[in-house]
């Protein structure tokens, strides 16, 4: 009984470890997540069914009428859904715009740029980039090596402007391709009375 008592402990440390490991490799993997994130930023792979978190999927004249600055869109892009954030004041909430292509926007206001060079060296994928004289940072469509697993990640441009962080995601297009469109966004901030906008019926 002892020899298989013996066993049977030996058997339960063995399960013990495997399961430590387990977690320790998950904390990694969530770490990593963590770590394709920086302040103000989105993550590098939004989730295209819920692109920011607490949000409500809107009609395009409804969103605008939710915020206070004027909603940027590329000039050539047709809207296919739009989402504000639920919380925060009007002239602070976040808004996401899927397009007819496979193009995300996503808009954040903040008061002050990123630093541009931190969020680099958090994402290395990311390099410095240049919209109509807006510094911010890019990356083409691409995986990312962690633990030995493959995560794949969009290509991105995010730039600021007038107290809005804007990114353009997409699975597809090339950062040249993705600059080319950010150069079409119309100007990010200007300020929309709330009481002439026009609304329509969802």
Do not use: C
């Given at each position: 009984?002892?020899?298989?008592?013996?066993?049977?402990?030996?058997?339960?440390?063995?399960?013990?470890?495997?399961?430590?490991?387990?977690?320790?490799?998950?904390?990694?993997?969530?770490?990593?997540?963590?770590?394709?994130?920086?302040?103000?930023?989105?993550?590098?792979?939004?989730?295209?069914?819920?692109?920011?978190?607490?949000?409500?999927?809107?009609?395009?004249?409804?969103?605008?009428?939710?915020?206070?600055?004027?909603?940027?869109?590329?000039?050539?892009?047709?809207?296919?859904?739009?989402?504000?954030?639920?919380?925060?004041?009007?002239?602070?909430?976040?808004?996401?715009?899927?397009?007819?292509?496979?193009?995300?926007?996503?808009?954040?206001?903040?008061?002050?740029?990123?630093?541009?060079?931190?969020?680099?060296?958090?994402?290395?994928?990311?390099?410095?980039?240049?919209?109509?004289?807006?510094?911010?940072?890019?990356?083409?469509?691409?995986?990312?090596?962690?633990?030995?697993?493959?995560?794949?990640?969009?290509?991105?441009?995010?730039?600021?402007?007038?107290?809005?962080r804007i990114t353009i995601?997409?699975?597809?297009?090339?950062?040249?391709?993705?600059?080319?469109?950010?150069?079409?966004?119309?100007?990010?901030?200007?300020?929309?009375?709330?009481?002439?906008?026009?609304?329509?019926?969802?």
């Open positions: 009984m002892r020899f298989n008592r013996g066993i049977i402990l030996g058997i339960l440390i063995l399960a013990v470890l495997a399961l430590l490991g387990t977690i320790s490799l998950e904390n990694k993997e969530i770490e990593f997540s963590r770590s394709m994130q920086t302040e103000y930023a989105e993550p590098i792979s939004p989730r295209i069914d819920a692109p920011i978190p607490n949000a409500e999927k809107l009609s395009v004249s409804e969103a605008q009428s939710r915020v206070t600055y004027e909603i940027p869109v590329p000039s050539d892009l047709g809207i296919s859904d739009i989402w504000v954030s639920k919380n925060g004041i009007p002239s602070e909430k976040s808004v996401a715009v899927k397009f007819n292509n496979d193009v995300l926007l996503i808009v954040h206001h903040i008061d002050t740029p990123p630093d541009w060079d931190q969020i680099i060296t958090s994402v290395p994928q990311l390099v410095k980039i240049n919209v109509n004289g807006n510094p911010g940072v890019g990356t083409n469509p691409g995986h990312t090596t962690s633990n030995g697993r493959n995560f794949p990640h969009p290509g991105s441009v995010g730039w600021w402007v007038d107290g809005l995601y997409s699975d597809t297009l090339s950062l040249d391709a993705l600059l080319k469109i950010a150069e079409t966004v119309l100007p990010a901030s200007t300020p929309v009375d709330k009481e002439s906008v026009e609304t329509e019926t969802p």
